[in-house]
Nanobody, 122 residues
Framework: QVQLVEFGGGLVQAGGSLRLSCTAS????????MGWYRQAPGKLRELVAT???????NYADSVKDRFTISRDNAEHTVYLQMNSLKPEDTAVYYC????????????????WGQGTQVTVSS
C-alpha cells in the first residue's frame, strides 16, 4: 500500500506565505516525478508545479516567481513554498507522485494525496 499525505494548508491573507509538504509512504520502489496540482470550486484540476527526481522543475505561468517546488528524495517528500499569495490561489492542493511499488519496480503509476485546503483572503 502506498499513501501520500499532505500538510500545511490553511487560511492566509493576501501577500502572505504558506509551505505545503507531502510525504509518500508504504512499499515504495522508486519515485520519478512529484508535483502539486490544485482545484478551485467549479474549475478543473490544474498543474501548479512538478519536479523530477533529478531536480528539474516546471511551473504554471500563474505561479512562476511566487511558488517554489523542492523535494527530499531520501524522505520521499515534496514541498511547495508559496509566497505573495493571491485570492485566486485559493483551492484544494493535491500532491502527486509517479512511482513504482516494491512488488513491481518497473511499473510506474500516478498516486494522489487527499488534498489540503488553501484559502487566501483579500
Amino acid at each position: 500500500q502506498v499513501q501520500l499525505v499532505e500538510f500545511g494548508g490553511g487560511l492566509v491573507q493576501a501577500g502572505g506565505s504558506l509551505r505545503l509538504s507531502c510525504t509518500a509512504s508504504g512499499s515504495i520502489g522508486s519515485i520519478n516525478a512529484m508535483g502539486w496540482y490544485r482545484q478551485a470550486p467549479g474549475k478543473l484540476r490544474e498543474l501548479v508545479a512538478t519536479i523530477t527526481g533529478g531536480g528539474i522543475t516546471n511551473y504554471a505561468d500563474s505561479v512562476k516567481d511566487r511558488f517554489t517546488i523542492s523535494r527530499d528524495n531520501a524522505e520521499h517528500t515534496v514541498y511547495l513554498q508559496m509566497n505573495s499569495l493571491k485570492p485566486e490561489d485559493t483551492a484544494v492542493y493535491y500532491c502527486n507522485a509517479f512511482l513504482s511499488r516494491l512488488s513491481s519496480i518497473y511499473d510506474y503509476r500516478a498516486y494522489w494525496g487527499q488534498g489540503t485546503q488553501v484559502t487566501v483572503s483579500s
